[in-house]
Structure formats: structure tokens, C-alpha cells
């Protein structure tokens, strides 16, 4: 008899052990299958780990202590994840402290995630031509029906099946991919990029850090690179952080090396991905382009992985498993024996720590290709505002004005979207929050909405003060519907267009608007981080940088880190040609280390600043860090929990423990959370998974949630 143990996906019990079943009969079934299983009286969907032959059930049984019952349906006619990904599911539920079956969640497409919600992937009609002279006559065997119907009328389709000349068959849907065709480099390597690219493919290190100023060159080192490794047949991953980068990466490679490309990002829907996903499957795409959840893409022969802009926190899973993209593709690395490019102009601080403590292999270029740094300005809006320049700066108005006479473009970052982040009574001062979460409502002039940017509830702003019953209202700040507003106003023959979480809700909006500001149809982009990295337009030769210390507000250790970051990477969109850019960064706090060395794009200097500052605070890189969240609605029980949680590592001499505190509550749930740091990461995992797996019984009351090398504190 043989014995099964599955990996079950339960919607409330956050499960790590297999559960073991009987199959009955001769079907096949390995490791990676998916299976339907009774548990508890319910039907639910599991993953096989083992499959095991018994000769003594009984005494089977009686080890286990609950009989075993029957294997309801085998789902898969083969496995969906090969040893290399399976081995891979179970060392990241090690390192993320997160269930197995989550973790096989996070590496599927939604088509084939192990869920009981499961539905088969899109199905199409293909036309198969049975008659050798209408081969002939068309061309080819077979096609899909929407193809065929190309070649001939519906009348004629009908006349030839009635004749048994054709027929139909319905097949899974499937993308098509096109021929590699690899093409020659845009412009010869200089010297700097010649240097650096014999250095990656001498160093004996997987792992290389690219530090490159904004412009100088990194994507055609990134090119070059896979450019070699298709040549010997492997395949090559290039990651982006946000959904706005993928389609101009595509078409950089695209122009490069043709349409033997797969793509994989959020903005696909289910049947797309899958589709995308088989490509890989099948060995029909050679390179892939995407964001985060590219990076588990079923590669049979990786050749090199690539991830750009490998500081942004896009990289990091925000929900269970909270895995970082940069350790998935490490551990990828290793298995197919290829190189990982880490590839930014603002390296975390983590990575740059490795490089240059040789962990990792420290490549620079620090010279643009084209033309220098763009000439930066440091804008004192105290001073500004004083002068009644609330919005703009008088020498950025000046600065825009002149771009537009001389025909050029210009991009304005304001990361914060809306018309105003508060309102507020102006007879009683109350502010409006959300009955939901611990934050103020944001006012949305486009829709006239109040929406919190947390949960998404949103109301009318046609309200009354529930305080004094007054209905005078003032805003607060500025969003970027404020911002377009304004520059509307003061150039309105200008044509403006805006980029955030608003307006790239659509399918396909990101790519849109960029090809169209590409193509000149608009001459001032306003956006909000989004559009703070990795764009290359020649023409846009200034750049204003708004609200630049606003990040330094937030309790959080990176916080420092963030703002340097935003500002460098948003300057590094000016003078990309020959022509030399301008940057103004507006700033209430201009004499802060990282707003300056912003500006003057020193990231060392601001390294050996902000290392200083970690330090003495013992964060990373110089310790680990993990961070435990509970999260519910009853705020007693949290608080008991956290608490004696906290008493349990506070007695382990290794480990440095911060809280509990209470957060704000979001989404109707309290939050509390503990910060526990050490010197050995393994040694703070092994210690959380022994207390982790001892609260099944406190699991099924309060929401756990480990993050491991948390990104952001909020």
C-alpha cells in the first residue's frame, strides 16, 4: 500500500507539517503533484511531498496516531515543480519562517497554485487541415481558429469541415514566442564599461554588485552579458522592480535580441501568466523580463540572473512568505552555477557592505556615458514660502518655462498621490481619518473623493465635521492632482500628464503613458516614485524633485536611506543625452546629511554617514533583524501574547529584543510588534522556529506574521 504525505493548504491554519493519506490503484503520483484531500470533513487542495510504500499499515497507523483515509483525486498529470524548485520551496519556508505550502503559493501562477479554488487554464480551438492539397493551399497543418479565419471566410471553414477536409480540437492556450535574433550593440563599450565587463566575467565571485551612476551604462553591461550567455544556449533573467520598467526593459531587448521573450508581472491576468509561465516550461522562451514574482520562473538552464535597481524595496514580499528577491536569485544562482548582477546607483547599504567586504564582488562605473551629472540645486522651501511660493519655487517655475520654449521635456516627482494628504475643519480642526485604519483620509480632487491610501476605503468629500457639524473644510499638503493643477495653471499651453497609482489602474496604462511622453505627445510628466528610476528619455533635461525631506518623517531605520535614494534615482532622469540636464530638489530640512549628499549624488560619503547611524543603533547591516507581527480584533489578546512572547527571547542572551509596540490599526485589525536583532541569522531563525512551531493553539486566535530582514517598519 502506498502512503502519501501532503502539504495542505488550510484558509485559517497556518500549517508546516505534511499530513499523510492512502492512494489506492497503480495512478501516477510523485513529489510536486497536486491532489484533492479530506481534512477535517472539508475538500481541500494539498502538494505531494513523498509517496511511500508500506508493508505493515497498521503499525503505520499506530505510529501516526489518526487513521488514514483516501486520497480524493490526483489533479496533475505530471508535477508542477521540478526538484530544483520544490528543494527551493522548502529552503525558503526555512529562511522566511513561513508554511511550506505558502511558499509554493508565492512560486505559481494563479492557474496552477495548489488551491481548492483551483480552475483550468484558458483553452482554445485549433483547426487541423486533414486534406494534403489544402495543406498545401494554406501552408501549414494546423492553426488556432482565429488564424485560420484569417486565411478563408467563415462560409468556406463550414464548407470544409461538412466535406471531413478539417477538424477541430480545443488545446490549452498558449503564448507564442518569437526567434532569438541577437543584433549589434547601439554604440561601441567605452573603456570604463570594457574594464568592467571583463572583471565580472574574470571574478571567480556568483554574486556581483554593479555600482553604476544613473546613465553610465549598466543595461548595455547587462546586455553583453546575456548576450554571451544565450549564445551557449542557457537562458538569462532580467528582473525589474515596478510594472513601469518591464515594458521599457522588453523593448530594449526586444530590439536586441527579438521576440524570444517571456514577460511575468502583476499586471498579467491569471490565463497570460500561465501562459508566460509554459513558455519557460517548454523551453520555448530563451529570456525572461519581469518584476519579483519572475524570479521562480521553471528555468531548466539559467545562464545569468539580473536584478536592476536592486536597492528598491519593490523587491521584498510585503505578505507571507516575506522572501527578498535578491536571496531567491542567490540560491537559483547556485544551483545552475551562473552569475547574480546587482545592479543600481544607490546599492542597499547591506549589499554594498558585502561588496566591499568581498562577499560580493564590487564592479564601479562611475562615469555617464554620454555627459556628467546634471547640475543639481538645493531649493529652500522655507524661504519659499515666505515669498508666498507655496507649491513651485520661483527658480524651478524659471527653469520649467525656459525647457518649454526650447522645445525640451521635463519630469516633476511628488511621491505622494491625491489633491491633499489631510483635511481638516477649519472652524473646530478636526481631521478626518478612516473609520478603518489609524490614518488620515486623502482628498482626491479628480473623483471628490476622501480615500485611504492604506485599506482603500473611500467616501464623498461632500461631508460634515462629525465633530461641530460645520461643513469648512482646508486642505492640508500637496498630491500630485494638486501638482498637475498648479503647473497647469502656470503653463497652459503646456501638455501634462500624470503617473501614479491612479492612473496606472488599467491594463497596459504604464506602458501607454510612457510611449506617449517617448513619443513628445506630452511635455511634463508628473508621477510619483514610479517614475523615479530606470527611464531614459533624451529630451528631458530638467527634473524637479518635491517634497524631497518628506520620507525623513518616518519612524523607520531606513528612512535616511529611502529619501537619499528617491532623490538620486529621480535626478538621474535629466541630461541622459548630449545635452546636460538640471535638477531642483525642494526640501524644508536642507541642511540634513542625506538631502546634501543627495544632491551632490556622493553615495559613498553618504554611505560612511549613514553606516555610522547603524552603528550605534545596531541595525543592518551591522546585526540580523526579524520582526513579528500579531494582528486582530481583539486588542487584549494581542497584547498578552506579544508581551509573554516578548519574555520568552528576552531570556536568550543572543538575541537583542525591541517592544512590544503598538502600531496603528489597520484594516479594523490592532497590530503589535516585537524587533528581535542578533549577530547570527541562522541562529535568530532556528530560536523562531522552535517558539513558532510550540503556537498552533495561539495561531488559531491571533494572526502571526514573521518577517525576516524586515525592508520597511510601518
Known amino acids: ?102 511558499c509554493f503559493q508565492a512560486m505559481l501562477p494563479a492557474a496552477l497554485k495548489p488551491s481548492s479554488s483551483h480552475k483550468p487554464a484558458a483553452r482554445e480551438r485549433w483547426v487541423i487541415i486533414d486534406d494534403a492539397e489544402l495543406k498545401t493551399q494554406f501552408g501549414f497543418s494546423e492553426a488556432t481558429l482565429k488564424q485560420f479565419l484569417q486565411k478563408c471566410t467563415s462560409h468556406f471553414y463550414a464548407k470544409y469541415r461538412r466535406q471531413g477536409l478539417i477538424h477541430t480540437e480545443d488545446r490549452e492556450k498558449q503564448a507564442q514566442s518569437g526567434q532569438l535574433e541577437i543584433g549589434e550593440a547601439p554604440y561601441q563599450l567605452t573603456e570604463k564599461q570594457k574594464q568592467a565587463l571583463y572583471d565580472i566575467e574574470q571574478s571567480e565571485q556568483n554574486v556581483v554588485l554593479l555600482h553604476g551612476l544613473t546613465g553610465s551604462g549598466k543595461t548595455e553591461i547587462y546586455m553583453q552579458l546575456a548576450e554571451k550567455a544565450l549564445r551557449q544556449g542557457r537562458q538569462v533573467l532580467i528582473l525589474v522592480p515596478e510594472i513601469s520598467l518591464t515594458s521599457l526593459m522588453i523593448s530594449r531587448f526586444k530590439k536586441r535580441f527579438g521576440d524570444n521573450i517571456a514577460v511575468y508581472h502583476s499586471g498579467l491576468n491569471p490565463s497570460e501568466k500561465y501562459q508566460q509561465y509554459q513558455l519557460v516550461r517548454s523551453h520555448k522562451a ?31 514580499q510585503d505578505s507571507t512568505p516575506r522572501y527578498h528577491t535578491r536571496d531567491i536569485a542567490i540560491k537559483r544562482a547556485e544551483h545552475h552555477h551562473c552569475k547574480v548582477i546587482l545592479g543600481s546607483a544607490t546599492p542597499t547599504l547591506e549589499s554594498y557592505a558585502r561588496a566591499i567586504k568581498n562577499v560580493y564582488k564590487l564592479i564601479t562605473l562611475d562615469e ?3 555627459n556628467k551629472l546634471p547640475i543639481s540645486h538645493l531649493v529652500d522651501m522655507n524661504q519659499q514660502v515666505r515669498q508666498g511660493n507655496f507649491i513651485i519655487s520661483q527658480p524651478l517655475t524659471e527653469a520649467i518655462g525656459q525647457r518649454l520654449e526650447a522645445g525640451k521635456q521635463v519630469i516633476l516627482l511628488l511621491n505622494r498621490r491625491g489633491y491633499t494628504p489631510i483635511m481638516k475643519c477649519a472652524s473646530c480642526g478636526e481631521v478626518l481619518t478612516c473609520p478603518h485604519c489609524d490614518v488620515t483620509l486623502s482628498y482626491h480632487k479628480d473623483e471628490n473623493k476622501l480615500i485611504c491610501h492604506c485599506c482603500g476605503y473611500s467616501q464623498s ?42 492612473t496606472t489602474a488599467q491594463k497596459d496604462a504604464h506602458r501607454r503613458i510612457l ?67 538640471e535638477v531642483y530638489v525642494q526640501a524644508y530640512d536642507i541642511t540634513h546629511y542625506g538631502i546634501r549628499l543627495a544632491v551632490k549624488q556622493n553615495y559613498i560619503a553618504f554611505f560612511n554617514n549613514e553606516m555610522q547611524y547603524r552603528h550605534s543603533g545596531y541595525y543592518p547591516p551591522y546585526s540580523y533583524m526579524i520582526a513579528l507581527m500579531f494582528s486582530g480584533k481583539d486588542e487584549k489578546l494581542l497584547e498578552d501574547a506579544a508581551y509573554e512572547t516578548v519574555e520568552v527571547f528576552r531570556k536568550d542572551e543572543k538575541i537583542r529584543t525591541l517592544g512590544p509596540s503598538k502600531l496603528l490599526k489597520k484594516k479594523d485589525e490592532c497590530r503589535y510588534r516585537i524587533l528581535m536583532k542578533g549577530s547570527d541569522k541562522q541562529y535568530l531563525i532556528d530560536q523562531l522556529w522552535k517558539w513558532y512551531d510550540q503556537q498552533n493553539y495561539l495561531r488559531h486566535q491571533v494572526a502571526i506574521q514573521v518577517d525576516v530582514d524586515p525592508y520597511i517598519l510601518d
Open 461 to 502: 468629500a461632500d461631508v460634515i465635521c462629525p465633530k461641530c457639524g460645520a461643513k469648512r473644510w482646508r486642505n492640508y499638503g500637496i498630491g500630485t492632482q494638486r501638482l498637475v493643477e498648479e503647473v497647469e495653471r502656470l503653463y497652459p499651453k503646456a501638455r501634462v500628464v500624470r503617473m501614479d497609482a491612479d
Open 515 to 581: 510611449e506617449a511622453f517617448q513619443n513628445h505627445e506630452y511635455d511634463i510628466l508628473v508621477g510619483t516614485q514610479m517614475i523615479a528610476k530606470g527611464l531614459d528619455f533624451p529630451d528631458v533635461t530638467l527634473v524637479g524633485v518635491f517634497n524631497a525631506d518628506g520620507p525623513l518623517n518616518r519612524m523607520d531605520y531606513r528612512s535616511v536611506e529611502t529619501t537619499f535614494d528617491l532623490i538620486v534615482q529621480a535626478s538621474g532622469r535629466s541630461g541622459r543625452s548630449e545635452e546636460a540636464g
Open 368 to 370: 555617464r556615458i554620454f
Open 1 to 102: 500500500m502506498r502512503v502519501v504525505s501532503v502539504y495542505i493548504e488550510h484558509p485559517i491554519m497556518q500549517l508546516n507539517s505534511p499530513f499523510h493519506y492512502l492512494l489506492k490503484g497503480e495512478d501516477y503520483l510523485a513529489r510536486g503533484m497536486r491532489v484533492k484531500v479530506d481534512f477535517n470533513g472539508r475538500l481541500l487542495v494539498g502538494f505531494v511531498d513523498e509517496v511511500e510504500e508500506v508493508e505493515d499499515l497498521d503499525a503505520y497507523c499506530r505510529n501516526l496516531d489518526y487513521q488514514l483515509k483516501e486520497i480524493q483525486e490526483i489533479i496533475d498529470d505530471e508535477p508542477l515543480l521540478n526538484d530544483e524548485l520544490y528543494q527551493l520551496g522548502l529552503w525558503m519556508s526555512r529562511q522566511s519562517v513561513s508554511p511550506v505550502i505558502s
Open 286 to 316: 530563451q529570456l525572461v523580463v519581469g518584476t519579483r514574482s519572475a524570479v521562480f520562473m521553471p528555468f531548466a538552464d539559467l545562464g545569468l540572473i539580473v536584478l536592476d535597481e536592486e536597492h528598491d524595496n519593490s523587491y521584498k
